[in-house]
């Protein structure tokens, strides 16, 4: 489960997975809340996409859009880990480099941004 993070309809998921395959059926599911903090698993009812295989891939790019969030809104993204039956079919699953980012500004941008135009401000009052 990833921390609360800024999510509007541009905000993309994008991470590596990867199996150990060979006729293991290992699963992931991703899952979206926007209930801001919460982490019950009722919250956690959209998901996003999922990603199977019985074969060694590699490590694998995947990516989600979050085209389901109609407002912007703060939420989290959870991870499922599945298998049918795991005496038979379960084995590995890998996930690294999870990145989640969005056109929403963080506040300290909003600060950034802020001290950048006083400074043009103060240069430009202290060469007149």
Same mark, same amino acid.
């Given at each position: 489960?990833?921390?609360?993070? !800024?999510? %509007?309809?541009?905000? *993309? /998921?994008? +991470? /590596?997975?990867? $199996? !150990?395959?060979?006729? +293991?059926? %290992?699963?992931?599911?991703? #899952?979206? @809340? $926007?209930?801001? &903090?919460?982490? =019950?698993? !009722? %919250? +956690?009812?959209? *998901? /996003?996409?999922?990603?199977?295989? @019985?074969?060694?891939?590699?490590?694998?790019?995947?990516?989600?859009? *979050?085209?389901?969030?109609?407002?912007? $809104?703060?939420?989290?993204?959870?991870?499922?880990?599945?298998? %049918?039956?795991?005496?038979?079919?379960?084995?590995?699953?890998?996930?690294? =480099?999870?990145?989640?980012? =969005?056109?929403?500004?963080?506040? &300290?941008?909003?600060?950034?941004?802020?001290?950048?135009?006083?400074?043009? *401000?103060?240069? #430009? #009052? +202290?060469?007149?």
């Amino acid at each position: 489960m990833t921390p609360v993070v !800024a999510l %509007d309809s541009s905000a *993309m /998921l994008s +991470f /590596l997975v990867q $199996t !150990a395959g060979n006729g +293991f059926l %290992d699963r992931i599911e991703v #899952r979206l @809340s $926007t209930s801001g &903090a919460s982490t =019950s698993v !009722a %919250d +956690f009812s959209t *998901m /996003l996409g999922s990603f199977q295989a @019985s074969t060694l891939t590699g490590w694998v790019g995947l990516s989600y859009g *979050m085209g389901v969030v109609d407002t912007p $809104t703060s939420g989290r993204i959870a991870f499922r880990y599945g298998v %049918d039956n795991v005496s038979t079919a379960g084995n590995y699953l890998g996930l690294d =480099s999870v990145v989640i980012t =969005s056109a929403i500004p963080e506040p &300290a941008t909003y600060l950034l941004m802020g001290l950048g135009v006083a400074g043009l *401000m103060l240069r #430009r #009052r +202290f060469s007149a």
